[in-house]
């Protein structure tokens, strides 16, 4: 512990003493404020802040701690922060500098089957897939986990040298309930390769009581789990398992899932970070089934008919990227497509270097939905006229029941 706290960055220890502030976690010398009063004559706790404190002084107040439950803590925070600087280094390394769109310029031929161990370039463009997943300004937000958690799991990534040259990839797609305790809970996981084959395909039992399956979304009834023995902490070490040695994760929205799982992997391919859409006015992104069936122009492509009748080739030259439609409106969601059209997105960014814009998708809205408004997240308690004086109008209020709150359609 004293070698790892001696090598942290002040981020991490920054973090590690405000958390133990939030717990009210206490070393020799009692609470953080307390160390300051003992420590600093100076200022005492007046300066309590620990980003304004030095490294030294940090690093002195987390050795005051000597529980191993404490170290064991610690540990894992610190874990964290290495494994997120080791995936950001090789991501950033001088191999991984140099521009996307020359790689899948020179490398868009190659076959999908010739990754494996053929070119070192293609894997330079894998970092630079996992780059663009953490240098997205999403990142920070969604990929902030409770890892300190009891419950939670850090994955291990090994040495620099060794997660440099990994060229593992494991797509994940994950479904989940909704509990009567307001959480959710994996109830299904599938991870396959990027050959496509599954590794890991199985339902979970979530040990609570379920308020909603969610069934015309997730695809899972009460019947599915029924005897159902596989449970979180049993996924976790399977998981843990396949992402051995610096594996690349991908997804779709990818957070969603750990945050399910409870399980903290740093290197991790996002599809829904590497792929925009082309309305930059909005900052929605893409989902899974938009991606499947937009239209993408490849790289190759667009630099052999950039001066070549524009106007008229690029309308010829359009492709789709996968050429599928995932799923029809309505219908559930499928964990092993999910997870497969993920590591297709990724294959064929690699393969084609499809641009990162794709058009928006524009829909046939009815007259009769053009005049209505879905106000969400209303307390279930709000008395109707209440509302009426909130959005003033004549309109017609229906309820939809949702375990958190009450969904009001207002009809004008």
Known sequence: MDQKLATASKDALVQIVKLSQKRGMEGDNGGWKDFLKVHDK?????????????????RAFLDTFKKEEDFKYFDKLLTCHSNRDLVKQVAKSEDAESSIQEYFDIYSIVPIDDMNGKSSDLKKVVQKLVRLTLEHPQYPIEYTFPSYEEDWVVTKLGKKSKLATSETLLAVDCEMVLCEDGTEALVKICVVDQDLEVKLHEFVNPLKA??????????????????????????????????????????????????????????????????????????RRPSLNDLCKACMLSVAIKAQLSNLF??????????????????????????????????????????????????????DVPDS?????????????????????????????????SFYVDFVCLKF
């Open 210 to 283: 379920v308020a909603d399956y969610r069934t015309q979304i997730t695809g899972v009834s009460p019947e599915d789990l029924d005897g159902i023995t596989c449970f979180l902490a049993d996924i976790q070490k399977k998981l843990k398992k396949l992402l051995y040695q610096g594996a690349i994760l991908v997804g779709h929205s990818l957070s969603n899932d750990l945050k399910a799982l409870k399980v903290d992997h740093a290197r991790i391919i996002d599809t829904s970070f590497v792929f925009k859409l082309g309305d930059e006015s909005t900052k």
């Open 369 to 401: 939905e053009k005049s209505k408004l879905l106000i969400h997240r209303i307390p279930k308690d709000l008395p109707n006229e209440e509302l009426g004086r909130f959005i003033p109008g004549d309109f017609t209020i229906e309820i939809q029941w």
């Open 42 to 58: 100076k200022f005492g706790a007046s300066m309590s802040d620990p980003a304004r404190r030095t490294p030294e002084v940090l």
């Open 310 to 363: 524009d106007s008229f080739c690029s309308k010829l030259s359009w492709q789709f990227v996968l050429g599928f439609e995932l799923r029809k409106k309505g219908a559930p969601h499928n964990c092993v497509d999910d997870a497969c059209a993920a590591m297709k997105l990724v294959l064929a960014k690699i393969k084609d270097g499809f641009d990162s814009t794709i058009p928006v998708a524009h829909y």
